[in-house]
């Protein structure tokens, strides 16, 4: 709030994680002191990986909740609202990690309004670890101020870490956190004097990031299966397993739009990745503008001597030239296919394309959906493709689909000062391959409704959910066999997946939320869903948006095909304005970034009714 | 003239000239989809000046919305709107506007006219005015591309070409002639170029002294950026 007219009573962060799968209330509540009506704003932020499931005010004693509603459908409701430019948007990008959400009601005098936004998120395990990101900026003091997270994990838990961007020494000791084998509580709750910036003054001290970070232990190769409420979740990621060699071409984008600090970027962050890299890895490196220049003709073992040669190489790749990026994977494909056709590259080995790229297609092959077409057919299902879109101005949905056509992922790359770091970071991600084509396999007669239960690759560090319904909703087991290619031999485990008894584990919990299986399996599988809209042919397009726009509103996701619209009170001034709370694509949060990059000031703004992108201009005149 | 692309989102422009003989009449927009034809005549300077360079600008441009039944000319004296068979003369001295079922007209007093053709195009036509005693200058028009959005991807000319964006990547910055316009390298439509860094001015804001506004220059007339050879946009009348 910017009057001190406006007290804020309370604020609270309620985060329940159970097997992964958090569920996470924030609540604020607000009274105006003033003998006047006022606009109160709630802002707050989620992980873009949520999905908001719920948005309630209670103002006066009367409650506005949201609907999540088909977003065309939404959309046509409210057209008048929105052509009249009525309508406020509640939700934007928010750096690279959040979105925020924001809403303003006006409030009558002495009255009060309490917001309680939720949300749901599976937590992805990246380089050994959860992360429960809760992002917090009250901007004044707070009566009462807590943010208490409970986690749930029948593995048991291996470590739990809490710390806050905003955590100075005296506030450190609040932080209160009890581990016991399966379960955590981690709180922080300030009184308003140790909010306080300093002694007698309103600045609080809260404003950050408080971060959680756990990992659960890992006993069986069989990995961790649940049975509950008749939907059962298996998370695989086995331990002590060799990692397998790979073959990795990076194919390296030096055309002119790369020139300055992307390029100097580029070249640090490869010399860092090119040191990692095993010694019973090979390795190719393919610079490339509108000419194609690969380092070596072939992939070549990552000796220290040729590691060494090729760092002395990185140091000298220079931008110049157009971007022919259809050339550059292609050549790429080739080299891999040659290395394994040839036998000179082992057997038994992962076979990776990393492209890094910041622009578009303009030289050889520039048509984006054609590139997407030869690549597929190049690799036709053999090796994955991994795309790092640098900057804003990639296409960077082009490269998304193009890696998940090609079983990788592609990550944005932030223009910044950490962009080195960025690129180093994904490639640890997605550099040790423990497993290739890992099958997970239940019985048919007695599950349903799966998730993707085929992986190309398990990378050290990750983890593999797959969920799905049981058809005997009181079957507390059923075998399940694990089938993958391992560095020196096939890796096959089965087992026994029992339904646990909650009771017995958290005798102390009379509920902790009980249908969290099956919400679980819809996220997964909306997200999958989702993905499946993108990258398969016409016909499983459409089925995949459909059975995801179903899904979403049944399960009352806030995806990218629905939308939250909340009905605000009636204005004295005017007629009723409906929010709407969308999802954010990947493509949209770039957008928004494009544009807040020129407007300062816009992402702290209050929600603005109508904004005008700038846009090119063509014209003549004379000197 | 100098033309100019400006390219808010990779924060950039790219301008060049083209000149040819006083009374050539270039194609700047055409859009047999939607009708729209949007030409201009050069003229030169009253007399060669001393350095010996006849510069040359636009003073007159014709303007037609053939799905509309709309035609427009704007030269440096008046502003001529024809539809159904009725002539409309406003002067740049007016401070007008006219709003009928096509098109929308509006003159400030800063001598600016706003065209906004129905579900089409929208544009600006600057009038400079120079004095009147000057020995060498005369009055000329800027025209200035606000929204383009609706014409077809069919869209050409010298202007129109751009409508739809343009790829391009600049590279192997290097000093040129004058220390503070280096040179570089541009690769645009699959060809090479030799361009210069520069500026050229947007009068919009203040159509006195306008804004600089930096823009790699591409030299000969814009040669390798325009598709085909400038002269391939000369027409033989206003309409």
Same mark, same amino acid.
């Given at each position: 709030?910017?009057?001190?007219?406006?007290?804020?009573?309370?604020v609270?962060?309620?985060?329940t994680?159970t097997?992964?799968?958090?569920?996470?209330v924030?609540?604020?509540?607000?009274?105006?002191k003033?003998?006047?009506?006022?606009?109160?704003?709630?802002?707050?932020?989620?992980?873009?990986?949520a999905?908001?499931?719920?948005?309630?005010?209670?103002?006066?004693?009367?409650?506005?909740?949201?609907?999540?509603k088909?977003?065309?459908?939404?959309?046509?409701?409210?057209?008048?609202?929105?052509?009249?430019?009525?309508?406020?948007?509640?939700v934007?990008?928010?750096?690279?990690?959040?979105?925020k959400?924001?809403?303003?009601?006006?409030?009558?005098a002495?009255s009060?309004?309490t917001?309680?936004?939720?949300?749901?998120?599976?937590?992805?395990?990246?380089?050994?670890?959860?992360?429960?990101?809760?992002?917090?900026?009250p901007?004044?003091?707070?009566?009462?101020?807590?943010?208490?997270?409970n986690?749930?994990?029948?593995? !048991?838990?291996?470590y739990?870490?809490?710390?806050?961007?905003?955590?100075s020494?005296?506030?450190?000791?609040?932080?209160?956190?009890?581990?016991?084998?399966?379960?955590?509580?981690?709180?922080?709750?300030?009184?308003?004097?140790?909010?306080?910036?300093?002694? !007698?003054c309103?600045?609080?001290?809260?404003?950050?990031?408080?971060?959680?970070?756990?990992?659960?232990?890992?006993?069986t190769?069989?990995?961790?299966?649940?049975?509950? %409420?008749?939907?059962?979740?298996?998370?695989?990621?086995?331990?002590?397993?060799?990692?397998?060699?790979?073959?990795?071409?990076?194919v390296?984008?030096?055309?002119?739009?790369?020139?300055?600090?992307?390029?100097?970027?580029?070249?640090?962050?490869?010399?860092?990745?090119?040191?990692?890299l095993?010694?019973?890895?090979?390795?190719?490196?393919?610079?490339?503008?509108?000419?194609?220049?690969?380092?070596?003709?072939?992939?070549?073992?990552?000796?220290?001597?040729?590691?060494?040669?090729?760092?002395?190489?990185v140091?000298?790749?220079?931008?110049?030239?157009?971007?022919?990026? %259809?050339?550059?994977?292609?050549?790429?494909?080739?080299?891999?296919?040659q290395?394994?056709?040839?036998?000179?590259?082992?057997?038994?080995?992962v076979d990776?394309?990393?492209l890094?790229?910041?622009?578009?297609?303009?030289?050889?092959?520039?048509d984006?959906?054609?590139?997407?077409?030869?690549?597929?057919?190049?690799?036709?299902?053999?090796?994955?493709?991994f795309?790092?879109?640098f900057?804003?101005?990639?296409d960077?949905?082009?490269?998304?689909?193009?890696?998940?056509?090609?079983?990788?992922l592609?990550?944005?790359?932030?223009?910044?000062?950490?962009a080195?770091?960025?690129?180093?970071?994904?490639?640890?991600?997605v550099?040790?391959?423990?497993?290739?084509?890992?099958?997970?396999?239940?019985?048919?007669?007695?599950?349903?409704?799966l998730?993707?239960?085929?992986?190309k690759?398990?990378?050290?560090?990750?983890?593999?959910?797959?969920?799905?319904?049981?058809?005997?909703?009181?079957?507390? %087991?059923?075998l399940?066999?694990?089938?993958?290619?391992?560095?020196?031999?096939?890796?096959?485990?089965?087992?026994?997946?029992?339904?646990?008894?909650?009771g017995?584990?958290?005798?102390?919990?009379?509920?902790?939320?009980g249908?969290?299986?099956?919400?679980?399996?819809?996220?997964?599988?909306?997200?999958?869903?989702?993905?499946?809209?993108?990258t398969?042919?016409?016909?499983?397009?459409a089925?995949?948006?459909?059975?995801?726009?179903?899904?979403?509103l049944?399960?009352?996701?806030?995806t990218?095909l629905?939308?939250?619209?909340?009905?605000?009170?009636? /204005?004295?001034?005017?007629p009723?304005?409906?929010?709407?709370?969308?999802?954010?694509?990947?493509?949209?949060r770039?957008?928004?970034?494009?544009? *807040?990059?020129?407007?300062y000031?816009?992402?702290?703004?209050?929600?603005?009714l109508?904004?005008?992108p700038?846009?090119?201009?063509?014209?003549?005149?004379?000197? | 003239?100098?033309?100019?692309?400006?390219?808010?989102?990779?924060?950039?422009?790219?301008?060049? /000239?083209?000149?040819d003989?006083?009374?050539?009449?270039?194609?700047?927009?055409?859009?047999?989809?939607?009708?729209?034809l949007v /030409?201009?005549?050069?003229?030169?300077d009253k007399?060669?000046?001393?350095?010996?360079?006849?510069?040359?600008?636009?003073?007159?441009?014709g303007?037609?919305?053939?799905?509309?039944?709309v035609?427009?000319?704007?030269?440096?004296?008046?502003i001529s709107?024809?539809q159904? !068979?009725?002539?409309?003369?406003?002067?740049?001295?007016?401070?007008?506007?006219?709003?009928?079922? %096509?098109?929308?007209?509006?003159?400030?007093?800063?001598?600016?006219?706003?065209?906004?053709?129905?579900?089409?195009?929208?544009?600006?036509?600057l009038?400079?005015?120079?004095w009147?005693k000057?020995?060498?200058?005369?009055?000329?028009?800027?025209?200035?591309?606000?929204?383009?959005?609706l014409?077809?991807? *069919?869209?050409?000319?010298?202007?129109?070409?751009?409508?739809?964006?343009?790829?391009?990547?600049?590279?192997?910055?290097?000093?040129?002639?004058?220390?503070?316009?280096?040179?570089?390298?541009?690769?645009?439509?699959?060809?090479?170029?030799?361009?210069?860094?520069?500026?050229?001015?947007?009068?919009?804001?203040?159509?006195?002294?306008?804004e600089?506004?930096?823009?790699?220059?591409?030299h000969?007339n814009?040669?390798?950026?325009?598709?085909?050879?400038?002269?391939?946009?000369?027409?033989?009348?206003?309409?």
């Amino acid at each position: 709030t910017n009057e001190k007219t406006v007290e804020v009573y309370r604020v609270a962060v309620d985060c329940t994680v159970t097997s992964r799968f958090a569920h996470t209330v924030m609540t604020s509540m607000a009274v105006n002191k003033a003998n006047v009506s006022q606009e109160i704003f709630f802002e707050m932020e989620l992980p873009k990986t949520a999905f908001i499931t719920n948005f309630s005010m209670e103002i006066e004693s009367k409650m506005y909740v949201g609907e999540v509603k088909e977003k065309e459908k939404a959309k046509k409701q409210y057209e008048k609202a929105v052509s009249s430019g009525r309508t406020a948007g509640l939700v934007k990008a928010s750096g690279r990690k959040m979105e925020k959400f924001s809403v303003s009601v006006n409030i009558a005098a002495e009255s009060n309004v309490t917001f309680i936004l939720t949300y749901e998120e599976l937590l992805q395990r990246k380089l050994g670890q959860y992360e429960i990101l809760t992002r917090v900026k009250p901007k004044t003091l707070v009566q009462e101020f807590e943010i208490v997270t409970n986690i749930y994990e029948p593995q !048991g838990l291996s470590y739990v870490d809490a710390h806050a961007t905003f955590l100075s020494n005296e506030l450190l000791p609040l932080v209160e956190k009890t581990v016991t084998d399966k379960k955590a509580r981690i709180s922080f709750s300030p009184t308003m004097d140790q909010q306080r910036k300093c002694p !007698g003054c309103d600045g609080t001290l809260i404003d950050g990031d408080f971060i959680i970070k756990y990992d659960v232990n890992r006993q069986t190769s069989l990995g961790d299966i649940q049975i509950v %409420n008749g939907y059962f979740v298996h998370f695989f990621a086995p331990p002590d397993l060799p990692r397998v060699p790979k073959n990795v071409v990076f194919v390296i984008d030096r055309s002119g739009s790369m020139s300055g600090i992307k390029m100097q970027q580029t070249r640090e962050a490869m010399l860092a990745i090119l040191k990692d890299l095993h010694e019973e890895d090979h390795f190719a490196l393919i610079p490339f503008d509108s000419s194609i220049e690969p380092w070596k003709e072939s992939l070549i073992k990552a000796t220290k001597e040729n590691v060494a040669e090729a760092m002395a190489y990185v140091k000298k790749i220079n931008d110049r030239g157009a971007t022919d990026i %259809n050339g550059a994977v292609l050549r790429g494909v080739e080299m891999l296919v040659q290395g394994k056709q040839s036998k000179a590259l082992p057997d038994r080995s992962v076979d990776m394309i990393i492209l890094l790229t910041d622009g578009m297609p303009n030289v050889g092959v520039s048509d984006t959906s054609m590139i997407q077409q030869n690549v597929r057919s190049a690799i036709g299902g053999n090796m994955s493709l991994f795309c790092l879109g640098f900057g804003n101005g990639v296409d960077y949905g082009f490269l998304d689909v193009m890696s998940q056509q090609n079983k990788g992922l592609a990550r944005r790359i932030y223009e910044a000062s950490d962009a080195t770091l960025q690129l180093q970071g994904f490639y640890d991600e997605v550099s040790s391959p423990l497993l290739s084509e890992v099958d997970l396999r239940y019985p048919d007669n007695a599950v349903d409704l799966l998730t993707t239960n085929h992986f190309k690759q398990l990378f050290n560090g990750s983890e593999i959910v797959v969920a799905g319904r049981l058809m005997d909703n009181d079957m507390d %087991n059923f075998l399940v066999e694990v089938f993958g290619q391992g560095f020196e031999e096939d890796f096959k485990v089965q087992g026994q997946a029992r339904a646990l008894d909650w009771g017995v584990m958290y005798p102390d919990e009379e509920y902790i939320f009980g249908d969290f299986t099956e919400r679980l399996w819809a996220y997964l599988t909306i997200q999958q869903l989702l993905d499946k809209s993108k990258t398969g042919a016409s016909d499983e397009k459409a089925n995949a948006t459909a059975k995801a726009l179903d899904m979403s509103l049944q399960y009352s996701f806030v995806t990218p095909l629905t939308s939250m619209v909340v009905t605000k009170p009636e /204005n004295e001034d005017g007629p009723d304005s409906p929010l709407i709370a969308d999802k954010l694509t990947e493509e949209q949060r770039q957008q928004a970034e494009k544009m *807040s990059g020129r407007h300062y000031g816009y992402a702290s703004s209050p929600p603005r009714l109508a904004y005008y992108p700038p846009t090119p201009t063509y014209f003549v005149d004379g000197d | 003239p100098h033309f100019m692309i400006e390219l808010p989102d990779r924060d950039d422009a790219l301008c060049f /000239n083209i000149n040819d003989k006083p009374g050539t009449i270039f194609s700047l927009v055409r859009d047999a989809q939607s009708g729209i034809l949007v /030409n201009g005549q050069i003229i030169g300077d009253k007399k060669i000046p001393p350095d010996g360079k006849i510069n040359t600008y636009f003073w007159r441009f014709g303007i037609i919305h053939k799905n509309l039944g709309v035609r427009l000319e704007v030269n440096t004296q008046d502003i001529s709107v024809f539809q159904d !068979g009725k002539r409309i003369k406003l002067l740049w001295s007016d401070t007008a506007s006219l709003k009928g079922p %096509n098109v929308d007209l509006l003159v400030t007093k800063d001598r600016s006219l706003k065209v906004t053709l129905k579900d089409s195009v929208k544009f600006v036509i600057l009038l400079h005015k120079v004095w009147e005693k000057h020995p060498y200058h005369r009055d000329y028009l800027g025209f200035y591309t606000l929204d383009s959005h609706l014409l077809s991807p *069919s869209v050409h000319g010298l202007l129109g070409q751009f409508y739809h964006g343009i790829e391009y990547e600049v590279t192997d910055l290097r000093p040129g002639e004058f220390p503070e316009k280096p040179d570089a390298t541009m690769f645009v439509k699959g060809q090479e170029l030799n361009v210069t860094r520069g500026w050229q001015r947007d009068f919009r804001n203040d159509v006195k002294n306008g804004e600089n506004v930096p823009c790699w220059f591409i030299h000969t007339n814009g040669t390798g950026l325009i598709d085909g050879d400038a002269t391939d946009y000369i027409v033989s009348g206003l309409f």
